[in-house]
Structures are given as structure tokens and as C-alpha cells.
């Protein structure tokens, strides 16, 4: 049998309830005998031979693809690749020495094509659409599946509507947008934008991805099971068998990473590529973790958190369903823990990654490091144990507010150093473009050269009546007395802020009309949040200052 060339004639279905089996089809969405809609892949691999087909992968790249016989494409010319999968094993010197752990790696999952391991389930999902004949595709996500969907879907030539909870950094939802995805934003919780995702995708007729029930995405990430087992092999045994960790590690949201892991470890025990299965280390934030809850009662149904408490939007999950029905199944089968770190933990594990292993993560994976090291202190990670951490998802500018304003030390030239920037000139054409039509501004901010940014911004306009000031006080002492039309205020200043100049001014009759623009550097927790939201007609983020993006949004509140 030439592998190479070997393409599936036949996928089969099997229910994860009653094991009703049926064939892989785009139309099913769920059992015909029971309803239930996880379904799982198998595959007719009777005529495979283990070992030669062991043989056979070790001569193919080092991509998921290379596991292709066990992946739910019938095709392979239909496959969308960037070279994802493959990734490095990494073996930890520093911080399994301080935590004293023999045999701690990990799977550097940072190095797929847009920086997370969703580029697995983008690389399969996108493929497999292409496969139906599918050429547009609604998709939820706090961030990272919407990035890798956009970015292979662009290469596939299929749309991506990409909808967001506000929770998400609006870095991500621009990284989107890039690759061209049209993109949604929801003022709500994951779970209520998934819902109006697929509220959208049935009035529009639109596929929809079932995200955790799809079966490209279980299928996907087990083939993070199958490298490890490879890697793991390669680098304790010598190449002469695959091997399965003690432990595999992943921060935890839907569930679907290690769900999928499961998967490809079962699979490889009915090969008899491996002789047992890893317990699992799950490690969710402190504030949405209705796994970590219910695992503690006892209970192997999770109750939904209603409004998640974490800035950790990849993690914001608050009903995990059926997921956590069977990641509880499989902990009780094959041991394992569930455990959870808070925002500040996370924060701390980020500074650790980066300083004891050279690697830059992103708070949810932050996440996972923070488990690892409360396992470990807790001992339900022993010394001998061999322990993979799924290094889920790289950094992205979102994470600045980690090192606080300290990180940089900065060097200030005086403006005639300093050649007109290119963005600068799109935002000032993008200004000419607008209406002309005077309005009056106070810009309460004590930043001056902030304040003075965003003045030139408007003045570009030259039809603006722009007073500063430089402090809340004095700011709202210069509202009544100009009576603007619009009010921008930075949050964070000394003695009276942006919240008390906010207060303030919803407390006084003859200013609480005026509409109010916030800009601010800082990352606003869920609380605050709460507390801007119906008061404030914008809120922006510094940093985005200089694009079209913010001048647009701003221009457009002025008219
Ligand atoms: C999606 C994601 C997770 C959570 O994955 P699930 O297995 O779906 O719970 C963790 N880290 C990163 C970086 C992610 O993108
Ligand atoms: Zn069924």
C-alpha cells in the first residue's frame, strides 16, 4: 500500500452517547439516534500496518499533516497548509529545575503560523469547507480561532465572519480584519455571542463552525497527542517506541484541546503505538471556572458562570456543556486534576516563562504555567512525573499592562527629530475626507503629550474649539464653564480620575448631556467596566491613537 498517496474512500461517525455510527457528511450536526451532537471520526485503517506506516510518517515534514491517514480530509489536494503542527518539544532546564521536576516540556504550540494552536484547527477546519464546498463560514471566538480561520481562509478563498465578545483585545479583532475576516463585535459574554453567531448564520443561510462539536476540531488538536507521543519517544526512548507523559497540561476554556488529546492518545492505544493514557492537568481562571467548580463539588456537570471574571478573554468560557461532562469522565478514568490561577498568578507565571525559558506566552497560557507550579507545590505533580505543557498560544500587545509602565526605558526627541509617520498622513486625509462643521471640545487629560496628540488630530480638521485641562478638577470646572459638545477624558489621573469626572458630571443637570469620549492606556478590569458602561459614548484605547481606525470613530461621533 503506497500511504503517500492514500486518500480516505470512507470517514465514519460515531456518537459519543450510544455509539450509533454513521457516515462523515456535511449535513450531519448531530446523532440520528439519540441527538447528541459530539460525533467522532473513525477511520477504516485495516489495511494499515503499524510499523510500516510508523516508518512511513518519519520520512513526511514535520506539519499534522503528517498523521493525514487518522484526519478527517477524503482529498488531500484539498488541504490548506502553512506548515502548522510539527512543533518543537522543548525541554526545560531552568524552571524544572526550581520546581524540581525531572522530565518537564513544552509543546511550544506559540510557533504556528498566526502564533496559537488554533492554527490546527484552522489548518483542518478551513480544508475540510473547502472539501464541502463551502465558501463562507460564520465563526465565534474570543480571539484566536477567528485569527487562524482568517488567515487560512484567505489562502482557501473562503469568508470569514468572525463575531467577538467586547472582552476580546481589540488587537486580535484588527489581526482579523487583516486577513480580511468581517468582523462583529458583541457587547456580551462569549456564550451570548456564540448564540447570536449562529442566530446570524441561520437567518443568513450561512455555514456555520460548531467550534468544540465540529469534528475538524477534535480531530485537529489529537494531533497534538500523536506529536508528543513521537517527540516524547524520540527523546526518552530513543526513538525505539512512542511514549505518553504522565501529565499533559493546557489551560482550559471550551475544552477542546484536550479533548482532542484524548482522542489521539485512545487512537494510538487501539494501534498499540502507546501502552497508557496521560492524566490531565486543566487549569481554567480564577474567575470563569466552571470546571474547576464543579470538579471540586464532585459533580460531573458544570453549572455556567453567567459573567466570567477574568480579562483573560481566551478563557471566558462560562457553559463548557458536554465538554466538561467528558473531560470529567476521562479524569475519573485516567486520573488528573482541575485546578485554577488567578489574573495576578498568571501574570506572575508569564514573567517566570519568560525569564527562566526564553519563551513570551499569552495569559492563557500564563494560566497554564501558574497550574503547573500550584500542582507541583500542591504534589499532585511528583518530582518523576513526565509532565508536557501545552504552550497554547504566544504573546501579543495585549499583555503590556503585565510589566506595567516600567518595562522600557524611553528616549525622548524633540519634535524636529522626529519624521512625519505614515499613519499620521492617512488619519489627517482620512480627516479632510469628513464634513467640515465647528464643535467645541474640552480633552481632560494630565498626559501632556497625549492631550496634545489628540488635539493636533482634531486641529488637523482646523474647525475645532479645543480647551485643555489638566486634571479632573480642573476639568469639569472647564465643561461648565465652556459647555462643549463633547468631553475627552483620560481614566487615569492624580486625586480627582476619569471615573469622579465622569460622576461628576452625571450628577450635575446642566452638564450631564454631554457626550464623553474615553481614552485610556490602561486595560479596564470587568468592574470597570460595569461601571463606564451606559455613562460614556466611546471608549478608546491609547496606543491605537495613530490609525484611521480612532480618528473615524471619533469624527463620526462629532457628526
Ligand atoms: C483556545 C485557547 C485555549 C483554550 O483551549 P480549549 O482547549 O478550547 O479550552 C488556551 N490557550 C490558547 C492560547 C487558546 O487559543
Ligand atoms: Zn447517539
Known sequence: MDFATTDHNQIELE????????????KVTGCPNCGENMLEARYDLSGINVQTWLAETKQRKHDLWRYREVLPIFNSANIISMGEGGTPLLKSQALAASLG??????????????????????????????????????????????????????????????????????????????????????????????????????????????????????????????????????????????RTPDWFLQGVSGGMGPIGVGKGFQEMMNFGLVDKMPAFGLIQSAGCAPMVEAFNRGQSIATPIENPQTIIATLATGNPGRAYELLYEYVQQYGGHFTSATDEEAFTATLIAARTEGISVEPATAVTFAGLIRMVREKVILPDDVVVVNCSGHTMSVEKHILGDQWQHSVELTEQHVAPTLPEEGLLSALQQVESNVRRIVIIEDNQDAARLIKRILQARGNYDIHLAADGAQGVQLVREVRPDMVITDLMMPDVDGFAVIETMKGDPTIKDIPIVVVTAKELTVKERARLSGQIEMLLQKGSFIDEEFIESLVNKLH
Not at 19 to 25: D, M
Not at 141 to 167: C, E, M, Q
Request: charged letters at 25%; proline letters at 2%.
Open 15 to 26: 456518537c459519543t452517547n450510544c455509539h450509533t455510527r454513521i457516515a462523515l457528511n456535511k
Open 101 to 242: 521536576l525531572k522530565n518537564l516540556y513544552i509543546k511550544d504550540e506559540r510557533q504556528g503560523p498566526t502564533g496559537s494552536f488554533k492554527d490546527r484547527q484552522a489548518t483542518v477546519a478551513i480544508s475540510a469547507l473547502k472539501e464541502m464546498g463551502v465558501n463562507e463560514v460564520v465563526v465565534a471566538s474570543t480571539g484566536n480561532v477567528a485569527i487562524a480561520y482568517a488567515a487560512y481562509a484567505a489562502r482557501a478563498g473562503i469568508k470569514v465572519w468572525a463575531f467577538f465578545p467586547s472582552l476580546t483585545p481589540g488587537d486580535k479583532m484588527r489581526e482579523a480584519a487583516l486577513y480580511g475576516a468581517e468582523v462583529i463585535k458583541i457587547t456580551g459574554t462569549y456564550d451570548q455571542t456564540k448564540e447570536l453567531a449562529a442566530r446570524f448564520a441561520k437567518s443568513k443561510g450561512i455555514f456555520l463552525d460548531r467550534g468544540i462539536k465540529s469534528v475538524a476540531a477534535i480531530e485537529a488538536m489529537k494531533t497534538i497527542a500523536y506529536e508528543i507521543a513521537e517527540q516524547l519517544g524520540d527523546d526518552l526512548e530513543g526513538g525505539e517506541r512512542w
